[in-house]
Every structure is written in C-alpha cells, then in structure tokens.
C-alpha cells in the first residue's frame, strides 16, 4: 500500500506498507528508509519498536541520527576522506571530525529513491552519478524491503562503470519494548563473533583484529548491554559506549545476532551475508532529539544492528575488500526475523 508522505527538492516522497499476519513494515523511498516496523509482544500486543519521526519533516533535518535509512555509498567512516585506488587520490566530502561518514554530507540517506512495489516487496533504485560526495563512478543501486510471515528481508545490490568502493547498509535504532519506552540496557544480546575493531581516538580502526575473549565485548553468549557498558575500558570510553565494528564468524547467509527483550518478550533475530556489523547504542542521543509520539529519545534509547564491511577499509588492506569494479555486482542481504517468547 502506498501514501503521500510529503515532498522533498521538489520530488513526491511516498510511504509503502508492508504486511503480514505477523508484522507491518512502512518504508519511505526518501533514503530508502525503514519509518515503523510493528510486531507483538509474548502478550499478543502489537506496538512500533523502531525509532524515528511521526512525519518527513523530522527525516529532512540534515541533523537527524539516520534513523531506519539506507547508508551509501559508504556505511561508516573512511578516515581523513581520503582513500587511495588505481594511483589515484581521491577526496571525499568530510562531515565528521575530518572523516567521511556514511556517505558525505549528502549520502543516501538524503536522496529520494526511486520505487516499485507488489503486494509483499518494495524495490528502491537510485543511480549515483560519478564524483557524487567525490567517489568514483556511476553506481547503479538497488535496496529490496520484503516481508514473509515474521522476516524483514533487505536484499541490496549494486552494479559500476569505473572501480569504486562499495559499503551499504541499513541504520534502524531498535528497542523491543517499543520506541519511546525507555533505554534498551536490559535487553540482552548475542553476537556471533570472536573478534572487534578496535578504534582510536577518532573512531578509526587501528587495523588490529583484537579478540573479545576476556572483554566487554564479548558476546558470544547472551548479556545484558548494560551489564558491562560502564565497565572500565579504553576501548568503551573512546565509543561512549558500544559503537564498534565485530568480525562475524561463518560465511554466507546465517546467524550472526539476537536481541531479547525480558520485559516484552520480543526477539529480533539477525542474519547476514556480510563480514561485519556494527553494533551501536545510541550513545550519542541526548534528548534534543524528538521522535514520534512527541518522545524525547535520551541516550540508549534504542540499538543498531548494522550489518556492513568493516569501517575503513579503503585504507586498512588487511580488512575484506570493498573494492567494486565494472562487470561485477555487490550483493548482501540482511534479515531481521521477529518473535517471541
């Protein structure tokens, strides 16, 4: 289903809704962006337990924290805006702290997309021309939003005509008791990885693969995000908390994550194709923010689960190639499946 959700530069922007027994999916072609995601709790209640805005006014601040966007062309940082390929320099737009974060000043998050939709699928196009936010390229991309019984599917895809780099990603802010309903530190989290990047006092990775064995970073079994948040960590202190990059164990489409809500029931559980994912807690929400329903969204206020290669790999050669070229197509997909208990 489709509706008017308002204009921006001059475009239409709609919202699309997408629905199942299960769930109901509403996705806005203005930065592909995931606007409510409602499911029940072990109760049989429904509510939305993604954070975000009430209408597009909200997603048109150049200030608001990527709430449910798609993040291209670059997810997370490349330090300095600066990478190197082919003998050739490039600069990018630096909007943060001198680095380039998802994107530049305007990355795909602040474009509207082009949309097709059926009955259980929404499919977003969006060509950035070469020398958008100073990347190389023309990159054709496609984002899927598809639903099926209690699955969010994301399936991106993205093809070049000259050798550029490539790092998509999904930014929704997850709480389990509903947004608006307090900090997420009780909810207990699971990441199916043995290794983190660590980063430096700018929030770049230094390049190590340090192991979580013996750190608040492990999460190989299920804690509680706030059990070890505050603990004494140079590591937390430079994040303000979680805010880091894990090396997922396996390959192809499995498991990498689980969130559970003791309070509500829910689960959300993550599957991946990709490497890494950054895991995030809303450590830099303070309030001035002011979601749907009026809420103020306070510091943890919601997580992220943003599945991606790792954070400045341009520039870290020990890291998984992010290097597209003309002829081949980057492909991921990222699933979050609901339920409870």
Known sequence: MRRTFGSARGAGVSLYTLQTEYMEAAITDYGATLVSLRTPDRDGSAADIVLGFDS???????????????IGRYA????????????????LARNDNGNSLHGGIRGFDKVVWDARESADRVEFTYASSHGEEGFPGTLSVQVAYSVRGNELRLDYSAVTDRDTVVNLTNHTYF???????????????????????????????TGELAPVDGTPFDFRSPHRIGARIRESSEQLR????????????????????????????????????EPGLQFYTANYL?????????IAYAKHSGFCFETQHFPDSPNQPAF??????????????????????
């Open 320 to 341: 998984p190639s992010t290097v597209l070229k003309p002829g081949e197509r980057f492909c991921s997909t990222t699933v979050f499946k609901l339920s409870s208990d």
């Open 286 to 294: 303070d309030g001035s923010v002011t979601g749907k329903g009026g």
């Open 238 to 273: 430079l994040g303000n908390g979680y805010d880091h990059n894990y090396v997922l164990d396996g390959q192809g489409l499995r498991l990498v994550a689980r969130a559970r809500s003791a309070e509500s029931g829910r689960i959300l559980d993550l599957l991946s194709t």
């Open 56 to 70: 597009l006014a909200g997603y048109l601040d150049a200030n608001k924290p990527y709430f449910g966007a798609t």
């Open 175 to 205: 709480n389990l008791d509903g947004q608006g309903e307090g900090d997420i530190l009780n909810h207990e989290v699971l990441i199916r990885a043995s290794h983190f990047t660590p980063i430096d006092g700018r929030q770049i990775p």
């Open 76 to 91: 997370n940082c490349i330090a300095n805006g600066l990478f190197r390929q082919n003998g050739v320099e490039y600069t």
